[in-house]
């Protein structure tokens, strides 16, 4: 970045008083996204603009919320959580099917709600949470539960049991920080051991077969492992420095499925090999620890809390796509956070991350 440049990007930064290093991450992973997305698409330029497109949108989102009054962000909550919900609802009526799944509406544009619940439960049972000033009781935690269930219910109906994990796994986040005590934590985590077997009955066999495919994916190279197996010959093939950007053959020879989405990495793994990893990864654990330092700091409890079951959930989503490409997880269908192409879940993320910016405004005031 010449001289110009940076004074270009301060000035736009200061007028909005928004945290530096993050929105200078962020700007990083989204030249990424570009990249890799260019080579994972064939060149595609068509391509590229609408990933661009919303790549723009969501910045416009993140400056918008970045200098939003918290108390504003209060006020959005229960309206931003009702919508969340008649989105989902209206998935079951009017959803559009893709390979047997029923997870996006068409609103003139194609939009996965889904993904709005990603920051919606957060928000509302933060904001639930934070009007208990008298303390929080065992009642409390089963009303917030009760307003998680609901979503991860609709969601895993459309069926989208990954999706449905995160949101879930979201809402515990904001339960734990909010101060569930040890013995609760326990109680539920044996409840969902015991349960195990009824979990499995109700399973898809699809499903099934995922988690088959985790322990042995050899034993169906052609078919359920494909996936698995693809992406770790493209990972290992990359070796230190990588093949070459635009000199993929795993990639350009069509042999990775989903390459723009969940398995983006491993684009980015065989043509940039482990230091292009690395790079990322880099970027990762600076945005992550930033944007703990802002939960860290927040003087009241919904700005603490919010900010840290954001983040934690941010990490989550980059531990399960990496895990899920290397063959330690099921193939869940989760994206790589700010490098997978997609529109409404880039857009949530850098909502998210607006939020913590606008959190982070007012900490300095």
């Avoid at 009007?131 to 269930?149: D, M, V």
């Avoid at 979503?151 to 895993?156: M, N, T, V």
Wanted: hydrophobic share 55%; proline share 3%.
């Amino acid at each position: 970045m010449n001289h110009q440049a940076k004074r270009f990007f301060y000035m736009i930064v200061d007028l909005f008083q928004l945290d530096k290093a993050i929105v200078f991450i962020l700007l990083a992973l989204g030249a990424i996204n570009l990249l890799v997305q260019y080579s994972a698409s064939d060149r595609n330029i068509a391509y590229l603009i609408n990933d661009g497109i919303y790549l723009l949108i969501s910045f416009v989102v993140l400056f918008i919320i970045g200098n939003l009054n918290l108390n504003h962000l209060k006020s959005m909550a229960i309206p931003i959580y009702i919508l969340s919900i008649i989105l989902l609802i209206s998935v079951i009526f009017f959803g559009i099917s893709v390979n047997g799944a029923k997870r996006w509406l068409n609103i003139g544009i194609r939009i996965q709600p889904s993904e709005l619940s990603k920051l919606a439960v957060p928000l509302m049972l933060t904001y639930y949470f934070s009007l208990k000033n008298q303390g929080i009781t065992w009642l409390n935690y089963i009303a917030a539960f009760i307003l998680l269930l609901i979503p991860f219910i609709l969601i895993a109906k459309q069926p989208d049991l990954g999706t449905g994990i995160l949101v879930l796994t979201s809402g515990c986040f904001v339960l734990f920080f909010a101060g569930i005590s040890w013995r609760m934590i326990i109680a539920v985590i044996c409840l969902f051991l015991f349960s195990t077997p009824i979990i499995w009955h109700f399973l898809h066999d699809y499903q099934r077969s995922r988690i088959f495919t985790l322990i042995n994916p050899q034993s169906d190279p052609l078919g359920k492992g494909y996936h698995i197996i693809q992406g770790m010959i493209a990972i290992g093939s990359g070796g230190l420095w990588g093949k070459g950007y635009l000199h993929g053959t795993q990639t350009h020879l069509n042999f990775i499925p989903e390459k723009n989405t969940d398995f983006v990495i491993t684009v980015l793994s065989e043509e940039f090999g482990y230091i292009g990893v690395c790079v990322i990864l880099m970027l990762y654990i600076m945005l992550i620890f930033r944007c703990l330092n802002i939960a860290f700091s927040a003087e009241d409890i919904f700005s603490r809390v919010l900010a840290a079951s954001i983040t934690m959930s941010f990490m989550l989503y980059i531990l399960i796509n990496m895990g899920m490409v290397a063959g330690i997880f099921p193939v869940v269908g989760v994206p790589l956070p700010l490098i997978s192409y997609g529109g409404t879940a880039t857009i949530v993320l850098m909502a998210g991350f607006g939020i913590l910016l606008a959190i982070n405004r007012q900490n300095k005031y």
